[in-house]
Structures are given as structure tokens and as C-alpha cells.
């Protein structure tokens, strides 16, 4: 008959022990990536020769004067306000339907390119019969063209829908991202 087990004995690893295991698992790493820790090494040398670790160097060791410089840089730089026009202005082209993007870009690129044949240093505007500015009249008769009412109308729709928003109350400036078209439950307050 087997014997009871009344007493279990751990196995504690000695320091040299623990010592050897790390030192196992480590040329074990190395043999495994040799090629890229010989890059590394490579590149480390490089940056070695081209004295960018000291210069990375004296920035650790002087971090806190260094970063005390650079915030003040970006404040007298304006930074903050730039960074969020530019995230106000990517979620604005953001709500922008890419195909009625390309329309529009492709009507200002045309209406451009036309205007390109206006030469105002010889007194031509639009026709090159034309030796003065058109007068009310004609600028009257101009309108009876289709494509010069559709501009009209795009551009009216235009101000009026700026206009509307203009006269909307300005968004309260202790949210940084006011949001006037987000409901009140999908604002997020920042912590």
C-alpha cells in the first residue's frame, strides 16, 4: 500500500539559478534576431557618428527646462487655436458629400479658368469686342442665361444658409469642439 503525502516540497531556484535561466532566454533572443539587432546596432552606430545620442542625450538630462521652452513656443505660436481650426475644418469637409465636392470644384474650376480670359489690363471683359465694362443693361440681359440664373441661385442659397447660421447664438467657448448640430446626450464633457 502507497504511503499518504503529508509533506510537499518546493523547489526554490537559487539567484544563480534565476541568473542563468535570463541568461538563456536572452541568447536564445539574440540567435533568433540577429539580423535585426545587427541593423539596430548599425543604425544606433550612425546616429552614434552623427551625434544625435548626445544631442538626445543633453535633452533627457535638461528635459524639464526644454519642455517649458517648447510649450511656450506653442503658445506664442498660436498652436491651440490652429489645432482646432484644423479639426473644425476636417469635420466640416467631413459632412461634405464627395460628389457634390467634385461638382463644385469643377464649376469654380471652370468659372475660373473663364476668368482667366478677362484681361482687365486692356479694358476687355468677357467678350473681346467689349472695350469698357458692361454696362446695366447688359448685365440685365445677362441674366436672362441659364447659367448665369443657376449661379445666382446657388450663390443666394449660399448666403442664405451662411446667413442662418451667422444668426444662430454663438456656441458656448468653454466646449473646445461646440457642436451646434449635436444633441445634448451625444456631448461628451472632457475629463
Do not use: C, W
Not at 526554490?12 to 540577429?34: F, G, V
Not at 481650426?85 to 470644384?105: C, H, W
Not at 441659364?146 to 445666382?152: E, F, G, I, L, S
Amino acid at each position: 500500500m502507497a504511503r499518504a503525502i503529508n509533506r510537499i516540497e518546493r523547489h526554490e531556484p537559487t539567484e544563480a539559478e534565476i541568473q542563468a535561466e535570463s541568461l538563456t532566454q536572452i541568447i536564445k533572443a539574440l540567435s533568433e534576431n540577429k539580423e535585426a539587432i545587427l541593423k539596430t546596432l548599425d543604425i544606433i552606430k550612425e546616429l552614434d557618428n552623427a551625434g544625435m545620442l548626445d544631442i538626445a542625450g543633453a535633452l533627457l538630462k535638461k528635459r524639464t527646462e526644454v519642455g517649458v521652452h517648447g510649450v511656450n513656443l506653442i503658445n506664442s505660436l498660436n498652436i491651440p487655436p490652429l489645432i482646432r481650426n484644423a479639426f473644425t475644418l476636417s469635420q466640416m469637409v467631413g459632412k461634405i458629400d464627395p460628389l457634390e465636392m467634385d461638382r463644385l470644384l469643377n464649376a469654380l474650376g471652370s468659372g475660373l479658368s473663364h476668368l482667366g480670359e478677362m484681361d482687365p489690363a486692356n479694358s476687355k471683359y468677357g467678350d473681346s469686342r467689349d472695350q469698357e465694362p458692361p454696362g446695366m443693361l447688359h448685365l440685365l440681359k445677362t441674366m436672362r442665361d441659364p447659367d448665369v440664373r443657376t449661379t445666382m441661385a446657388f450663390g443666394l442659397q449660399f448666403l442664405k444658409s451662411m446667413g442662418g447660421e451667422l444668426n444662430k447664438p454663438k456656441p458656448d467657448p468653454s466646449d473646445s469642439f461646440a457642436d451646434p448640430q449635436r444633441k445634448e446626450s451625444e456631448t461628451h464633457k472632457e475629463v
